[in-house]
């Protein structure tokens, strides 16, 4: 069965930092794309990072803010979230599928997804 489990929101400050998780099971995921996406309240959700074989896509809103890897052995992928501000705001979601390796950040043709993780940066 495939499961993705997120973890690692919380409140923070402006300018403070976050590591997100992503656990997979059923899966090795370092076979296929996981990418990172995250939603505010009548948003849509929209691509934060995404990470396939070595490659690796960020939004221009997190480019040399974030940092997403990957640790093989714990079927894990990781979102480092420094410099945060209050517009990084939202729920979290990690998302995989099995078709298709090219990292994008649209939503459309991942099929798998987490429960999602709050994020809320305010002072």
């Known amino acids: 069965q495939v499961q993705l489990v997120e973890s690692g929101g919380g409140l923070v400050q402006p300018g403070e930092s976050l590591r997100l998780s992503c656990v997979a099971s059923g899966f090795t995921l370092d076979n296929y794309r996981i990418g990172w996406f995250r939603q505010t309240p009548g948003k849509e959700r929209e691509g934060v990072s995404c990470?396939?074989?070595?490659?690796?896509w960020y939004a221009e809103s997190v480019k040399g803010r974030f940092d997403i890897s990957r640790d093989n052995a714990k079927n894990t992928v990781y979102l480092q979230m420094s410099s945060l501000k209050p517009d990084d705001t939202a729920v979290y979601y990690c998302a995989t599928d099995f078709f298709n390796t090219l990292c994008t950040g649209v939503p459309s043709g991942y099929d798998y997804w987490g429960q999602g993780t709050q994020v809320t940066v305010s002072s």
């Open positions: 990470i396939s074989g070595s490659s690796i």
